[in-house]
């Protein structure tokens, strides 16, 4: 690729394919464009919009990104088959001469033998043809040779070589596994730069899974030996223990500038933050506090000498700005007088612009709150746009109101006694229906089971005071397994109120609203040929 600048890396995000994976993390149509939107002003190179011949809800979801695109190159994913590739090519269509087709085929030795059954010769074939054939209908093609990093380096150079001579202009080397480490993983690109003769034809493309904890170290030592596309996430979110982490692999190649001299992204690190939120709030998948760059600890220093060396000079304990990743620092406190202008100028020093048609649904939402809550924080804010913005796309149940009601004290039965009376409605039909449980949360989930006629549990359960304080809001992240007709399915969902019943009661009927999104789905790793 010889007009490229050599040292700019290029961001592929795939948190809208690889990131879906992660059990829970289903989002619906205007999720996902939400979601798109927010990468295209993050300064991702390629979104990586899905995998179309999974179902015909990824199959619209890609061709709605495609055509909303204004600047992203727009992928979709697809198995080395005919079916799956003239899906892939017809949903990222209409983003013109940035669509992209992403092929892949396994090619380590247990991937042979026991998925694929098929020989050497055979799965090189198979790769070319299926690069040749997506070429007659997309320009840009990217393969991948699933489980690379476990696939011997001979037959790797050999595989690459041929999907490369068939139109292939990134070659991706995933760590489909997670288990390459930072030095042999570097090796192996330079094995391959050195050993495949028309690898100046293509970018080398890095995709590292996170089952070590080594993602963001295998990418980096990848891009140290000449890869120029690194595939990663949003949070790290992705299959198992996740992806590689977009903001901690852009962070590091930028606040390590003497590792990577001259080498460049697109990514406007100031937009982290508030694309963390938004994954977070999507998903419903929190993040732990200490987590790297966007973590809520990221930049709170808890001993009294951090604090005094921080204040006389950042620098002496933080090596990155909480500005320069977005993370509000200011807590210019709003109230029940505060106006529209006002709370829209707060949200665009975040660095969240929400649409006009959207702004009376969160000012209802910010004046319910600073009638409960005296002041409103730059927290509380995100997580009202989290919630009554971009929380009410899917709603299929609503919560009209709970009642709930726990016994006190520790005597034998007395956990029993907790009792939940919900009221929910659906198009018009209002039902009502009380259950008793372990406890009032247990007690709301078995009463909202009953309405919505599922059988669920939760599986993981977070709450999180958004600010401090004793009216503070509570945010309830949580996972469900729900399983109705014979389908069992994990989902997450998300609420937030002042009171951490009806929270948790929000955030299960989230997700119960969300299990449609999951059901009936192909898995891209099954399938024999694929
Ligand atoms: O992990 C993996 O190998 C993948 C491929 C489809 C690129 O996600
Ligand atoms: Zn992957």
Redesign the pocket.
């Known amino acids: 690729m010889s007009n490229r600048d050599p040292n700019r890396v290029i961001i592929f995000d795939t948190t809208l394919r ?1 990131g879906e994976q992660s059990p829970g993390a289903s989002m619906n149509l205007a999720e996902k464009l939400e979601m798109a939107r927010t990468l295209e002003a993050l300064g991702v190179d390629v979104i990586e919009a899905g995998f179309p011949i999974a179902s015909p809800d990824d199959f619209a979801a890609v061709q709605a990104i495609a055509k909303a695109s204004t600047k992203a190159r727009i992928c979709g ?1 697809a198995r080395s088959l005919k079916g799956d590739i003239d899906r892939a090519a017809e949903a990222v269509k209409p983003a013109g001469d940035r669509a992209r087709v992403h092929v ?1 085929l396994a090619t380590s030795a247990i991937h042979r033998q026991f998925k694929l059954n098929k020989a050497k010769d055979e799965i090189v074939k198979q790769a070319r043809d299926a690069v040749a054939y997506a070429k007659t209908l997309i320009d840009d093609i990217e393969f ?1 040779p ?2 690379a990093s476990r696939t011997e380096p001979e037959y790797l150079a050999q595989v690459v070589e041929a999907v490369i001579e068939a139109g292939a202009r990134t070659v ?1 080397i ?1 760590d ?1 596994v997670g288990y390459a480490y930072p030095s042999d993983y570097a090796d192996l690109i330079t094995y391959l730069r050195k050993n495949v003769k028309n690898i100046d034809q293509a970018v080398i493309s890095v ?1 590292c ?1 996170n089952d070590l904890g080594l993602a963001v170290a295998n990418s980096l030592g990848a891009v140290r030996a000449g890869a120029r596309q690194v595939e990663c996430t949003i949070n790290g979110i992705g299959e198992r223990a996740g992806n590689c982490s977009l903001e901690e692999v852009v962070m590091a190649m930028r606040v390590r500038k003497d590792q990577f001299p001259g080498i460049t992204t697109g990514i406007d690190a100031t937009k982290l933050y508030g694309a963390s939120r938004l994954v977070q709030s999507i998903t419903g998948l929190p993040l732990s506090r200490n987590k790297a760059v966007v973590g809520d600890n990221a930049f709170a220093h808890e001993s009294g000498i951090h604090q005094h060396g921080v204040l006389k000079n950042p620098e002496c304990y933080e090596i990155m700005t909480p500005a320069s990743v977005g993370v509000p620092t200011t807590n210019l406190v709003l109230g029940k007088h505060s106006g529209k202008a006002a709370v829209e100028k707060r949200l665009q020093n975040m660095g969240i612009e929400i649409p006009e048609a959207d702004m009376p649904k969160l000012m209802e939402a910010f004046k319910t709150l600073a009638d409960k809550k005296k002041e409103v924080y730059d927290g509380d804010l995100i997580a009202l746009v989290e919630v009554a913005v971009r929380g009410k796309t899917l709603t299929i149940w609503n919560l009209d109101w709970i009642h709930s009601s726990a016994a006190a004290g520790a005597g034998v039965g007395a956990a029993a006694l907790a009792t939940a009376t919900v009221r929910l409605s659906k198009g018009g039909e209002a039902i009502t229906d009380a259950a008793t449980g372990d406890g009032p949360v247990d007690a709301v989930v078995k009463a909202i089971n009953r309405i919505c006629g599922v059988d669920g549990t939760i599986e993981d359960y977070r709450l999180r005071a958004v600010t401090k304080g004793g009216d503070a809001q509570g945010e309830v992240s949580l996972r469900a397994k729900l399983t109705s007709q014979d389908q069992t399915v994990v989902v997450g969902g998300k609420g937030l109120s002042t009171d951490i019943v009806h929270a948790s009661a929000i955030a299960y009927l989230d997700a119960v609203n969300r299990m449609g999104f999951q059901v009936g789905r192909l898995d ?1 790793r099954t399938g024999a040929s694929g």
């Open positions: 690889d994913l892949f991948s699933e489980d991706n995933p489909t995709h899974h891209y």
